[in-house]
Every structure is written in structure tokens, then in C-alpha cells.
């Protein structure tokens, strides 16, 4: 019998030693054949297809008179997990704090995985910690934290956010992720929150570029004339812990990330993720652009650690609602014949900003030094990514409640899958559920709004 292992050593793929080889796809593994016997079936999904030349990949049943027989051996069992934190206490706001993280685990030698991520968040605690004995001081307190289990779905950082999910969007003003740092040196993404995008924006304007010295990473971008949104600026992806953050803990939060434009780094998650392979794929360049990736987190921390009001862009969320709430605008008519509208979704919108733009002009009148209203500020600033988690669903069912960025019923992307169906689908729309769904967003929109106006005694009725 021949017998082929995957990189994990879990599983093992057997066939006869006489039969002819068959071509097929097994994860990241590949049996060649010598014959052209393949599965037959319909064609899978265009991204399942692999990249042997001129092969269709099938779905199968294939030949009857070959069988492949794959056997798992895998072994449950509870393991217990460990994170590490590591923290510098602020100064003023102390119970404020700023989280930069890290996943130490891989299935492999996890260089990229999670070597690099952590060894840049070593550098930048050892970086921080001098900085203080020198006589930095941070106005909020900075956590350094090394997450266990990453590579079985961000378990140890997602168990932390569920034993302190009441409590995190108090006390955390940010997170930023140091996973998955290095990967290429071609392309610089921010997988981001809104709220952290004009931050990022005057930063990478400050730090040199990996591939150029004489420009900045922002100057690069742009060299052609591009939108530097449009290059840089990711949506978070569901498999990084700064989605968790964000979607289930309502905190910004940002996960930064050189990569090449042309291919992907082909080595993560397997055996091969070793040091030498990734500084290959990066001609050895390897340290410079981890050296970037540091300096842009490190400005990022000593602007949210140090500046007295929170940098963070709580008016942005206007114009992100705006691009949302346009995207309805093609169906007014068809809602309106059947009795139906979306105004009051507009009417939320609005609100919202106006209550930022209330808090502006707050801002701007009061008194520069004045720590009572500055923390009053801050807290209100560092809230506005929980204001968007809806309340009106359980935690235990839909976890992620964000409504711009979360999954569910409860979410903006939700509410226009359906309302497109007036097109596509007519008679599989549903009122009720249409109703639904539009009460859950406009409950939150107009929550969030109210909550960024204030207090309620600030309703001008005073007396």
C-alpha cells in the first residue's frame, strides 16, 4: 500500500499500489496521475478550482472501479490555554487602555503565521518599556497580549473577549492585531475599523516605505495617482481576532499586513512557513519589512496612548452610513408600491450626524485642560463602535451584532439582501420579516445616534 500524509500527520490518503494514479485535490496536497482518470460530476465552485493546468475539478462520483479510501485519525481532548499580558500603566486614564496582540500558536513552524507577529510585539513591549523608564508618560495604560489557540479559530483571545464582555467597551479603546504582519513586501493593507482610517492615514504618511527610502508608505501608494483608500483600506476579515473585537466586543480595531499583490504567500498554515522560506519569498528583505510594520503600530499606540482627546473618527460613521443607505435608493419604488419606505432609516442617519457634529463643536468650545470634561470626551469617543452592536438580539445566537460589520438578520448587508429581492425574487420577499429587520437597524441607528448626543439631561430642556 502507498500512503500519503498531509502536513498535519492526520489523516492519510491510501490506495492500491497496482492501480493507476488518479488526479485529484485534497486541501493543499495533490495526487498526480499518470492516466486521465478524474472525477465526474458537475464542476465545483470557481474557487475551488486548483491549478493544475487545463483540469476540470469535478465534484464527483467518479470511477466505480477505483476506490479511495481516506482514514482521520484525530484524538479530542481539553486542553488548557494560556494567554500572556503584559501591561504599562497610563497615567491619567489608567482604566483606559490600548490592546496590541499577537497569536503565538501555529499547526507548523507558523513564521508568518505567528512568528513574526510576535516578535514585533516583544520589540514594541522592550520598545514602550524604555521609553517610560526615560520619562515617557502615557495618558492611557497599553496591554500587551500573547494569544493562545489562535489557529483553532482565535479561541484565546475570542475567550477573552466573552469573560469581559460586559465591561470591555469601558474600558478599551482600540485593538491591533500583529497577526499575519508579513506575508509580501508588495502591497501595505490596514484591515480596519472606520473609526481608526484617518489615524492610519496621517501615519503611514510618516513612516518610510520597505521598498523605498525616499517615500513614505502613504507616498507610494499614491504615486499614481490612486485613491489611498481604495489600496490600502481592507474590511476586517472573520478569521482575524481584530473581527472579533470589532463584531462581538464593539471595540476599533485594526489588523495591519504587507503582502504580495501578484500571488499569496504560499506557504501559510503548513510545514513550510519556516523563517528561511519567508525571508526567500521576501529576497531576504524579511527584517525591513517587519521593521515597517513595527514602526506603524508603534506611531499608532503613541497617538492613542498619549494625545488627550482619542484620535479616533467618530464622525466617519456618517459618511459610512451614507454609502450604505445609498444603496436602497434603487428600490424606493418598488417599496413604495407596495406601501413600504426606508425614511425612517434616513431619519436615523441624519441624526447620527448631527449628534457628531454636536460633539465637535463641544469639543472645540471647552477648555483645552480641563480632565474632567477631556475624560468625559473620551469616554464618549472611545464608545461609538458599541453603539452600533445591536441589543435587540442575543449574544448566545448571533454573536457578531455589529450592524455595518457583523452577520446576521440584525445587519444593513441583511436588510438589502432582502429588499433586493424585489428585484430578483419578488415573490420570496416578505413584509413581516422586512419590517423586522428594518426596525432592528433603525433601533440602532437612532441608539447610536442618542448615545453620541449625550447625556439626557442634555436635551436643551433645561429649566
Request: glycine fraction near 8%; include cysteine.
Amino acid at each position: 500500500m502507498q500512503s500519503l500524509s498531509g502536513p498535519s500527520g492526520s489523516s492519510s490518503i491510501q490506495t492500491p499500489s497496482t492501480s493507476p494514479k488518479i488526479l485529484a485535490n485534497w486541501g493543499c496536497s495533490r495526487i498526480r496521475a499518470s492516466t486521465d482518470i478524474q472525477l465526474t460530476g458537475p464542476i465545483g465552485p470557481s474557487d475551488w478550482i486548483g491549478r493544475l493546468p487545463d483540469v476540470p475539478y469535478a465534484l464527483g462520483p467518479g470511477d466505480p472501479a477505483f476506490r479511495l479510501q481516506l482514514g482521520v485519525h484525530n484524538v479530542k481532548q481539553s486542553v488548557m490555554i494560556s494567554n500572556i499580558f503584559g501591561c504599562i500603566e497610563g497615567r491619567f486614564e489608567p482604566d483606559h487602555y490600548l490592546i496590541v496582540g499577537a497569536q503565538r500558536d501555529s499547526l507548523g513552524p507558523g513564521a508568518a503565521r505567528s512568528g513574526v507577529g510576535t516578535a514585533i510585539l516583544l520589540e514594541l513591549a522592550r520598545t514602550f518599556a524604555a521609553m517610560v523608564r526615560n520619562g515617557f508618560q502615557l495618558r492611557r495604560s497599553l496591554l500587551f497580549v500573547s494569544w493562545d489557540a489562535g489557529d483553532f479559530g482565535s479561541v484565546g483571545s475570542t475567550e477573552w473577549l466573552e469573560g469581559y464582555l460586559t465591561m470591555l467597551h469601558l474600558k478599551a479603546a482600540a485593538y491591533i492585531s500583529l497577526d499575519n504582519a508579513v506575508l509580501g513586501d508588495d502591497k501595505f493593507f490596514a484591515k480596519t475599523s472606520p473609526a481608526l482610517s484617518s489615524l492610519i492615514e496621517s501615519i503611514i504618511k510618516q513612516v518610510d516605505s520597505p521598498n523605498r527610502s525616499d517615500q513614505s508608505i502613504f507616498d507610494q501608494v499614491v504615486e499614481h495617482g490612486q485613491q489611498w483608500q481604495n489600496e490600502v483600506i481592507r474590511p476586517l476579515p472573520m478569521d482575524s481576532s481584530a473581527f472579533a473585537f470589532t463584531a462581538f466586543g464593539g471595540v476599533p480595531a485594526v489588523e495591519f499586513s504587507f503582502a504580495e499583490e501578484s500571488r499569496p504567500y504560499p506557504f501559510l498554515n503548513t510545514m513550510a512557513d519556516t523563517y528561511d522560506n519567508l525571508n526567500r519569498a521576501l529576497h531576504g528583505r524579511l527584517p525591513a519589512v517587519a521593521k515597517t510594520v513595527a514602526e506603524v503600530v508603534g506611531h499608532l499606540l503613541m497617538k492613542l496612548t498619549h494625545d488627550h482627546l482619542l484620535p479616533l473618527d467618530y464622525g466617519c460613521y456618517g459618511d459610512v452610513l451614507l454609502q450604505h443607505v445609498a444603496r436602497f435608493n434603487e428600490y424606493t419604488a418598488l417599496l413604495k408600491s407596495r406601501g413600504l419606505t426606508l425614511q425612517w432609516i434616513y431619519s436615523a442617519r441624519g441624526d447620527y450626524v448631527r449628534a457628531a457634529e454636536k460633539l465637535r463643536k463641544d469639543i472645540y468650545s471647552s477648555e483645552e485642560h480641563n480632565e474632567r470634561l477631556l475624560r468625559m470626551y473620551n469616554v464618549r469617543i472611545m464608545r461609538v463602535e458599541f453603539y452600533f452592536l445591536s441589543q435587540y438580539v442575543a449574544v448566545t445566537e448571533t454573536p457578531f451584532r455589529h450592524i455595518l460589520h457583523g452577520r446576521g438578520p440584525h445587519t444593513i448587508a441583511a436588510l438589502l439582501e432582502h429588499v433586493s429581492l424585489l428585484r430578483e425574487a419578488p415573490e420570496n420577499f416578505d413584509e413581516v420579516l422586512f419590517r423586522r429587520q428594518l426596525a432592528l437597524v433603525t433601533w440602532t441607528l437612532q441608539g447610536a445616534a442618542n448615545a453620541l448626543g449625550g447625556d439626557v439631561w442634555d436635551i436643551d430642556t433645561n429649566f
